[in-house]
């Protein structure tokens, strides 16, 4: 199979080719680009590889393409990068690698155009397009890669446990690769997996959170997570989330399979939301209810106090997992916190209170916490489904009407700590916090207005109150 129409149409491909034919350099182009334009799928990042100096052929293409086009050096790795307009160029010398049972990291050597082939993840990764005069777009698949694309299969070049055993990643980028791609891993290949899950421990927890946020952003993530659940890869490094799994049943009682549950959620978010973090907070909203189960003869298995211990878990398990301990924490740790709170408003008779409440509490996070909400609707019985929608529906739009009226979305009390020890001359205390915080709660409560006016009168009645005077 010749791609030299489709290599014609974008010109970097001809520059390189003649770089590497001036350097005297057997020049392909490899992996994912080959892959995904076999697919028809579009990928700016093309990865070139000759049989030599990967970096004396970057400089060669970097001389071509001009002086304002730079090349970045990783002698380290042996490799170079190139950024041109849209697209991002690496190149590196075909090589072998031999690796060591307690690492990851290979033993680099150079080699021959089917030792670079071989050493890939997978077959479908394992195909080269030449770039060499004399053959310019013949494709070369040894491990007949088109066939796996053919037929949605993942599988590796060599035997599977040799693979994952010298790279433990690969694992991941099989499940990751399956999800993104919607195909299945070849049995062998899985079994393997389940075989080598335990190896994932001598891999990085950076590298292991970048391929399952992959997994996360797929259109139907809950396809991932089973096969990382079925393949026991999951155990290794989110204990929690395999706790959810199972159901225990007394009495003729039963709670649902929280894991699943979770992954429906996480399904239902998906449709809607394209945020990582949302997904991340669909994935942790149940997380504590194994901790908080607890049989009643009465009423069943409850999960009293579920969102509040496992708004107390999100840091935790985003510090082991090296996900941001910034601004996104907290957001995923807020929804985790209030996912029940807007259930509570569903009747007819909620105060307008308790409206402002959540408001104010969920701040520029109520359109995310209302769409995890609707979300976590994941009953079989279509009427009930209903039921719950139209009672969000109601929700949603009490809170507009109360928010057009009183504005306490991410409201800051009208006066401020400054304001109150200027005006009766009090340094930073207690008095100071209290008089805040009431004018606050009053606000809330609906007693006052959400302005200045009505604000300072009450901060004058609390200070008589306290027994304070203007200064």
């Given at each position: ?7 014609d ?33 579009e ?14 052929l ?13 090349v970045?050096i ?46 890939r ?7 080269a ?82 391929e ?55 399904d ?66 807020k ?33 995310e ?5 609707r ?87 609390i ?9």
């Amino acid at each position: 199979m010749n791609f030299k129409e489709k290599l014609d149409q974008n010109s970097i491909f001809k520059i390189v080719g003649e770089a590497g034919q001036r350097l005297g350099l057997p020049t392909y182009v490899v992996g994912g680009y080959v892959r995904d334009l076999l697919l028809e799928r579009e990928n700016k990042d093309i990865d070139f590889t000759c049989v030599g100096s990967g970096i004396a052929l970057a400089k060669e293409v970097s001389k071509a393409l001009g002086k304002d086009v730079p090349v970045s050096i990783f002698k380290n790795f042996g490799t170079a990068m190139i950024n041109w307009g849209d697209y991002e160029l690496e190149f590196v010398g075909a090589r072998k690698e031999s690796y060591r049972s307690e690492s990851r990291k290979p033993i680099v050597e150079d080699g021959t155009l089917m030792e670079d082939l071989e050493r890939r993840d997978f077959t479908i990764n394992a195909m080269a397009i030449s770039l060499n005069q004399e053959d310019f777009g013949e494709l070369l698949d040894p491990f007949n890669g088109q066939k796996d694309l053919k037929r949605k299969n993942i599988q590796t070049p060599l035997e599977p446990n040799v693979t994952f055993s010298d790279d433990p990643l690969r694992m991941m980028r099989a499940v990751r690769f399956a999800a993104q791609l919607n195909f299945d891993i070849e049995a062998d290949t899985f079994f393997a997996i389940q075989d080598n899950a335990a190896r994932l421990k001598i891999v990085s927890a950076e590298r292991i959170i970048t391929e399952l946020n992959k997994i996360i952003e797929t259109p139907t993530p809950s396809y991932g997570f089973k096969l990382l659940f079925a393949g026991k890869l999951i155990h290794e490094f989110f204990p929690e989330m395999v706790e959810l799994q199972g159901v225990d049943t007394v009495d003729d009682k039963s709670h649902k399979d929280n894991f699943y549950h979770t992954l429906q959620v996480l399904d239902n978010v998906a449709k809607v939301s394209d945020d990582l973090w949302l997904r991340w907070a669909a994935i942790l909203h149940d997380i504590a209810k194994p901790a908080t189960k607890r049989f009643n003869p009465k009423v069943g298995w409850t999960f009293h106090g579920h969102e509040d211990k496992g708004a107390r878990m999100v840091p935790g398990i985003f510090k082991r997992l090296k996900l941001p301990m910034d601004d996104r924490m907290k957001f995923v740790q807020k929804l985790v916190r209030l996912h029940l709170r807007p259930i509570a408003l569903v009747k007819d008779e909620v105060t307008d209170s308790a409206l402002r409440r959540l408001l104010f509490d969920a701040g520029d996070a109520i359109d995310e916490l209302m769409m995890l909400c609707r979300a976590d609707i994941t009953s079989k019985n279509d009427k009930k489904v209903k039921r719950y929608l139209e009672n969000f529906d109601k929700v949603e739009r009490k809170l507009q009407e109360v928010e057009e009226k009183d504005q306490v979305r991410n409201f800051q009390p009208p006066i401020s700590g400054e304001e109150i020890m200027s005006t009766f001359d009090l340094k930073p205390s207690k008095i100071v916090g209290d008089i805040k915080e009431e004018i606050k709660e009053a606000i809330l409560e609906g007693k006052i207005k959400n302005n200045p006016e009505e604000a300072r009168g009450l901060m004058h009645d609390i200070a008589k109150r306290m027994g304070i005077s203007d200064k």
